[in-house]
Nanobody, 120 residues
């Protein structure tokens, strides 16, 4: 199983970006996918997560009302729509999937990270 993150870039404050996390491989079920971010000198933090059960979601307080996570099950892809971006959103964004392969238990998988830079 592989996760491919994409969509990062440079944007001005107040702008928008959409990140994508595409899962591929021998996937039986994707239980949850989360977006994390890590700014220079800071710990990695959870930004948003979506669960396969009822598409329930949760968000970090710092992004509530600005970011929206969604998924396309047919494409095994999760999106993070980021609006009203602030310079403090600048970080490398990683996606994490709790994925079950056929005949195996649930494991954690990480994408390679995509850089988001928000200029003031």
């Amino acid at each position: 199983v592989q996760l491919q993150a994409s969509g990062g870039g440079l944007v001005q404050a107040g702008g928008s970006l959409r990140l994508s996390c595409a899962a591929s491989g021998s996937i039986f079920r994707i239980n949850a996918v989360g977006w994390y971010r890590q700014a220079p000198g800071k710990q990695r933090e959870l930004v948003a997560r979506i669960f396969s059960v009822a598409d329930s979601t949760n968000y970090a307080n710092s992004v509530k009302g600005r970011f929206a996570i969604s998924r396309d099950s047919a494409k095994n892809t999760v999106y993070l729509q980021m609006n009203s971006l602030k310079p403090e959103d600048t970080a490398v964004y990683y996606c994490n999937g709790k994925i079950q392969e056929y005949g195996m238990g649930v494991k954690d998988y990480w994408g390679q990270g995509t850089l988001v830079t928000v200029s003031s």
